[in-house]
């Protein structure tokens, strides 16, 4: 029972497509983001979901669209493929406590290669 | 705005050593929480710690020991007697209400 998956695993693609990456977490918690991981291992966070709303939307480019149908999934579309998107997409869930954010709970990341 | 350092890059250790991880952290929020994470060389993101900032108890387990000190805003790691499977980029992170923020991580290369 993985706690938080991503699909796929990997995604080759050429500039200028539109691609998805889709993530669904099945510990009940309120609160999804997703990441960037760099080449040089930079995480940086993108978006972050509370109860379907969004709470953070970073810097991040209008080409990079969330969608989060429910609690537990929180998707990630992304038109017009550019080579800077190539990097390490991870989901991640947490539940919300006082005053702050529990652990987070990492998805085993999404590899994107734009050609 | 919220900050976490990780001045260390890399570090390279032979086996066996005891090796210190810094992590320094900039927040105005009262109540925050501090974490560590490892990602092996595999890819996968490993939650290690959680300390909340009203909570400056050092903690322990088993070859790992955390130091959180508020006076100086810092939440160092070390692991003892380190072993080759402890080769691993660790993330310092801090949350106030709703933002997570990590540090640049530290990548430790232990060499048999």
């Known amino acids: 029972d993985t706690a938080v998956s991503q699909t796929p695993k990997y995604l080759v693609t050429q500039m200028g497509n539109d691609k998805s990456i889709k993530c669904e977490q099945n510990l009940g918690h309120d609160t999804m983001y997703w990441y960037k991981q760099d080449s040089k291992k930079f995480l940086k966070i993108m978006f972050s979901?509370?109860?379907?709303?969004?709470?953070i939307n970073e810097t991040v480019p209008n080409r990079f669209s969330p969608k989060s149908p429910d609690k537990a999934h929180l998707n990630l579309h992304i038109n017009s493929l550019e080579l800077g998107d190539s990097a390490v997409y991870f989901c991640?869930?947490?539940?919300?406590?006082?005053?702050?954010?529990?652990?987070?709970?990492f998805g085993p990341g999404t590899r994107l290669t734009v050609l | 705005a919220q900050k976490v350092t990780q001045a260390q890059t890399e570090i390279s250790v032979v086996e066996k050593e005891d090796v210190t991880l810094d992590c320094v952290y900039e927040?105005?929020?009262?109540?925050?929480?501090l974490f560590w994470y490892k990602q092996p060389p595999s890819g996968e993101l490993v939650f290690l710690i959680r300390?909340?900032?009203?909570?400056?108890q050092n903690e322990i387990s088993g070859r790992y020991s955390w130091n959180f000190q508020k006076s100086t805003s810092s939440f160092n790691f070390t692991i003892t007697a380190s072993q080759v499977v402890d080769s691993a980029v660790y993330f310092c992170a801090l949350s106030g209400a709703y933002i997570p923020t990590f540090g640049r991580g530290t990548s430790l290369i232990v060499h048999p």
């Open positions: 300390r909340n900032s009203f909570d400056e």
């Open positions: 927040t105005r929020d009262t109540t925050y929480y």
């Open positions: 991640a869930s947490s539940q919300e406590i006082a005053g702050g954010l529990n652990e987070q709970f």
């Open positions: 979901y509370n109860n379907k709303e969004l709470i």
